[in-house]
């Protein structure tokens, strides 16, 4: 029974401004997909890693020159994605192999996911959860604000948590939670663990790790090229 890890990467999202797609910008030398992939690639858990990536013309060439050069490919697929992000997971879970039972779905934009909550989360999956996601609790105050800008509620943030990726799935579980999203017209839900929720079941939270956060502004990357020179002063490869 194998672990395979799939990463949407099939959007050419521009949230950190003008220029390259997100999962393509450069961190430290390298791009965004290529950290997200070597972290998943290294992690002891993961047998396979399947990128999902732009389904236009050459978009599948494209990633696989980018991740060559700098990830050992044997382990490595790469598939044309879909026209979102949900449907870009749902294209990638259609290639498993028949062996595989315990899927992640990671974020191509968390390039530096520490390849120890990687295997927790297969872990967990393994012990017996169907969904885990790993989770980071809410430091700032949190506000309910009407359309008009003014403040409805201030909502009890103890209960609340930020969802990091890797999120970790027994595989019939996360393929029966997009069939059926599929078959009620959902199709651009960004939420892996929001769809197995949808029908039912239960979804089981591990502590996350803040050097898994999520590269979306521009100032995400400073801190990540920060992080980056960090680790590679401490002699760990990145
Ligand atoms: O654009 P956004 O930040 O919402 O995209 C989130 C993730 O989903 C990105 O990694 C992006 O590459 C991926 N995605 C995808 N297929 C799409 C659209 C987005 O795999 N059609």
């Not at 047998?47 to 044997?74: C, I, N, T, Y």
């Not at 609340?160 to 078959?183: C, I, M, S």
């Not at 898994?212 to 002699?235: Q, W, Y």
Request: proline share 7%; net charge negative.
């Amino acid at each position: 029974m194998t672990t395979a890890a799939v990463v949407p990467a099939a959007g050419r999202g521009e949230r950190l401004g003008p220029g390259t797609p997100k999962a393509l910008r450069d961190l430290g030398g390298l791009p965004i997909l290529v950290h997200a992939v070597r972290a998943l690639v290294s992690a002891r858990s993961v047998d396979l890693v399947v990128v999902a990536a732009p389904p236009d013309d050459g978009g599948v060439d494209e990633v696989r020159l980018l991740l060559a050069d700098h990830v050992p490919m044997a382990n490595v697929v790469i598939v044309p994605g879909g026209s979102s992000r949900q449907q870009s997971v749902a294209l990638a879970l259609d290639h498993l192999p028949i062996t595989v039972d315990v899927v992640l779905v990671h974020d191509a934009a968390r390039p530096l996911v520490p390849v120890e909550l990687i295997d927790a989360v297969t872990s967990a999956v393994r012990a017996g959860a169907g969904a885990v996601i790993p989770v980071l609790p809410v430091y700032d105050t949190v506000k309910e604000i009407d359309p008009g800008g003014r403040v409805v509620r201030t909502i009890d943030r103890s209960v609340l948590r930020a969802v990091q990726t890797p999120q970790g799935f027994d595989r019939e579980l996360l393929v029966e939670a997009h069939r059926k999203a599929a078959a009620e017209g959902i199709d651009d839900l960004t939420d892996d663990a929001g769809l197995v929720e949808r029908i039912g079941h239960t979804v089981v939270v591990v502590p996350g790790h803040e050097e898994a956060f999520k590269v979306t502004r521009p100032f995400d990357l400073v801190i990540a090229e920060a992080v980056l020179a960090r680790r590679r002063s401490a002699g760990v490869m990145a």
